[in-house]
């Protein structure tokens, strides 16, 4: 599996209704400094935290067509990316903390 693969199997695991475009995925990659046709190594922190970028960019065009409703949703993709950290051994605190209070104060973005 290659990184790009990689990515976009895990936004997808973390919020089900997410499937961003290749151009999307790579640009992700770069800025963390990932190879997107390079070979995935498992539970590479930098592919999850590339993940949560683009999910917390997601998040907040939740009023846009194609996001989420975060009053709907806001509890699921919490405890997904809870789930992912816990699961790629990542301090939840320190990898998600400005995630959350995103999520909590999105209604208030627009």
Not at 7 to 27: G, K, M, Q, S
Request: charged share 25%; proline share 3%; hydrophobic share 45%.
């Amino acid at each position: 599996m290659k990184n790009i693969e990689a990515l976009r199997t895990l936004c997808n695991a973390i919020a089900n209704t997410f499937y961003p475009d290749t151009a999307t995925l790579e640009f992700a990659l770069f800025n963390q400094s990932v190879d997107a046709q390079a070979e995935a190594a498992p539970k590479d922190p930098e592919i999850f935290r590339a993940a949560v970028g683009l999910i917390k960019g997601y998040v907040e065009s939740s009023r846009s067509e194609g996001g989420i409703s975060t009053s709907v949703m806001q509890d699921a993709v919490e405890k997904s990316l809870v789930h992912w950290c816990n699961f790629y051994g990542l301090d939840v605190a320190d990898e998600l903390s400005d995630f959350v209070r995103v999520i909590d104060d999105g209604s208030n973005m627009w």
